[in-house]
């Protein structure tokens, strides 16, 4: 067995855990999981049912993560490779409102322990936006200004075939259109699944309904993508996204012309193009003349 490692102890001045991923872990007690995968920024642990994220700082917090402070996820990520396996543990360290967490990672040579008493829960729920809040931020125009098209995944074929066939089917949302999407493109999450997710969102800020909400769910009941994206889908169809996307939403009820612009800017610097391809998503949503009726139908 390996050798204790680095302990880091009471690390939870700057650690976030994501209330979806909290919810899962207070119901469990303790989250046997392997490192799937592991980035710059972050790593993904695969816990059998679902994968958990794990970054760096409050403004990283994904909807399924959990967020460390610089040091301590420095020290964590340096030790490890894909396939260790890892050990979430729950406390309470003075009432069940106060959730402390302990990760144990087995790296080699040596095992490497993180504590995280009282660690800060944000609620990621996606909020809503009026179509008067939307209508004065000038989103479309942003987007378009940025970029958004040019820098996703749809950029080029055989996605962009893929993106003219969805916009231009008549009835709107077709089923084999939407099919066609998910898990469409390269990446561990897609550009099709990012695209779909973007209007999936922007269908529950805006209170459009959940058509395209259902079908996806239906049609991932018999189309396979990545466990990344199907993560991500998880998390979107139970009500949570990324900070940043709570971040864009609060600046368009503001009406911040700043702080949308930089909302954008985060988004976009999500991978090689997940960001762009999200955000072209929802200025295509923006853009359908349907959906636009029916929110304000809805509305």
């Known amino acids: ?24 872990i207070r119901q469990k007690g303790a989250v046997r999981a392997r490192v799937h995968s592991i980035f710059r920024n972050g790593f993904n642990l695969d816990c059998g049912d679902r994968l958990v994220f794990v970054g760096k ?14 040091e301590a996820f420095e020290l964590i990520r340096a030790a490890l490779s894909v396939g260790d396996a890892v050990r979430i543990s729950a406390f309470f360290a003075q009432s069940d409102k106060d959730l402390g967490l302990t990760l144990t990672c087995y790296t080699r040579p040596l095992v490497t322990t993180a504590t995280l008493p009282a660690i800060r ?49 008549p009835e709107g949302l077709a089923e084999e259109t939407v099919r ?31 058509r395209l909400a259902d079908l996806t769910m239906k049609l991932l009941e018999r189309r396979s993508t990545t466990d990344i994206s199907m993560a991500y889908y998880r998390a979107l169809l139970g009500g949570y996204a990324n900070t940043a996307w709570i971040e864009l939403c609060e600046a368009i009820r503001s009406a911040d012309e700043a702080r949308t612009i930089e909302a954008i800017r985060r988004i976009q610097a999500y991978g090689a193009t997940s960001g762009s391809d999200s ?10 003349a ?3 009726l029916l929110w304000e139908k809805e509305s």
């Open 1 to 24: 067995m390996n050798d204790r490692g680095p302990i880091i102890r009471n690390a939870s001045i700057s650690s976030y855990i994501g209330a979806y991923v909290e919810r899962q």
């Open 180 to 210: 066609s999407l998910i898990g469409a493109g390269v990446g561990l999450t897609p550009s099709g699944d990012d695209f779909l997710q973007g209007m999936i969102l922007f269908e529950r800020i805006t209170g459009s309904g959940t």
């Open 279 to 288: 955000l072209f998503g929802v200025l295509t949503f923006l853009k359908q």
């Open 57 to 70: 700082s409050e403004e990283g917090l994904s909807a399924i993560g959990l967020a460390l402070g610089s």
């Open 121 to 169: 829960s944000v609620d990621l729920s996606i909020p809503h936006v009026s179509a008067e809040q939307l209508s004065r931020s000038g989103l479309s125009q942003r987007l378009e200004a940025a970029g958004v098209r040019e820098r996703s995944g749809f950029a080029l074929p055989p996605l962009s075939g893929l993106y003219e066939k969805f916009v231009d089917t």
């Open 290 to 292: 349907n959906w636009r």
